[in-house]
């Protein structure tokens, strides 16, 4: 088995990780986690509501008591605003208004709440965690470290996504091309699958198979 560290080396080249010293940073990786997937969870008993917009404030102000920079936490904001406006409007064609507005609301405050914990955990710690979790399966042929590896770099590519919408919707508007809202889906697409082939080369280079 590889090492824990060959493993969160490898990681930490994905790292949207920003240093400061609030107490979200030095929060146990274990608890941020639980947090995480019990918040995500919860988000979906939220009723259907124009006041679920409301819990989106939760990780924006998770932000400021991170200390992280404003414009960090705009760019996070806008990177999302294509694929929200995509989601919104198809939405809207097959639910009602209220609905729509709920289920946006439940994927912002998610893909921030994801993006607030990368900015404050760094993904060797998040690595070890998830490692350590996993172990007791062991027995059962579950690879700790693999498992460890995948939801790192699951949380790390959130904010690469977000980056390649924005991309792609800047070079359509550069180059003034006047397309459908959901024309970006296909670049996105092939951006993505790009990006994870040059990542799986970049692990086989390095031993992680």
Do not use: C
Not at 60 to 83: E, H
Not at 94 to 104: D, K, Q, Y
Not at 114 to 133: D, G, S
Request: charged share 15%; hydrophobic share 55%.
């Amino acid at each position: 088995m590889r090492s824990t560290a060959t493993w969160s080396t490898s990681a930490d080249m994905l790292s949207l990780y920003y240093p400061a010293g609030s107490f979200l940073h030095r929060m146990p990786t274990g608890l941020k986690l639980a947090l995480l997937a019990i918040g995500s969870a919860a988000l979906f008993f939220l009723p259907d509501s124009y006041w679920s917009i409301l819990v989106v404030a939760i990780p924006l102000l998770g932000y400021v008591l991170a200390r992280i920079p404003l414009r960090i936490m705009v760019t996070d904001v806008l990177r999302m605003a294509f694929l929200l406006v995509f989601l919104l409007v198809t939405q809207l064609i097959f639910n009602e208004p209220e609905v729509a507005t709920t289920v946006v609301a439940r994927l912002t405050t998610i893909i921030l709440a994801a993006q607030l914990f990368t900015r404050t955990t760094r993904i060797k710690h998040l690595v070890v965690t998830v490692e350590k979790l996993m172990t007791p399966f062991e027995p059962l042929g579950v690879n700790p470290s693999k498992v460890a590896l995948a939801v790192a770099l699951m949380l790390s590519a959130l904010g690469q996504i977000m980056g390649f919408i924005g991309q792609v919707r800047d070079a359509q508007h550069a180059r003034g091309v006047r397309l459908a809202p959901w024309a970006w889906v296909v670049p996105v697409l092939v951006l993505s699958l790009k990006h994870a082939d040059d990542m799986a080369d970049a692990l086989v280079v390095r031993g992680l198979d």
